[in-house]
């Protein structure tokens, strides 16, 4: 069993930048995979970014050389960097974990509830 708390979010500008966390509980962490998804008002929630076990990243194009993705095994997070936010950006934001490394919200099987992030023009 996991479970993760989003943290972090919060009202920005354009241009600023944002960190949110997610905090997991379970033995299990260092071995699972990691994703940040968003979903923002009349849309499917889309991948944003994947961290595996072995910390290797990728990400979806839009977020590409704007945000980061990161863990701490030892404290059990997981942190998305934020930079040079837009107002396309605006979203709820989910951590979840997975056994495999994926894109895909059903292979994802533990969710966060979801931190706010809205961004103004």
């Known amino acids: 069993q996991v479970q993760l708390v989003e943290s972090g979010g919060g009202f920005m500008q354009a241009g600023g930048s944002l960190r949110l966390s997610c905090a997991a509980s379970g033995r299990t962490f260092s071995t699972r995979n990691m994703g940040w998804f968003r979903q923002a008002p009349g849309l499917e929630r889309e991948f944003v970014a994947g961290?595996?076990?072995?910390?290797?990243?990728y990400y979806e194009d839009s977020a590409k050389g704007r945000f980061t993705i990161s863990r701490d095994n030892a404290k059990n997070t997981v942190t998305l960097q934020m930079n040079s936010v837009k107002p396309e950006d605006t979203a709820v934001y989910y951590c979840?974990?997975?056994?495999?490394?994926?894109?895909?919200?059903?292979?994802?099987?533990?969710w966060g509830q979801g931190t706010q992030v809205t961004v103004s023009s």
């Open positions: 961290i595996t076990w072995t910390r290797s990243t």
């Open positions: 979840a974990s997975s056994r495999v490394v994926s894109r895909k919200n059903s292979e994802y099987d533990y």
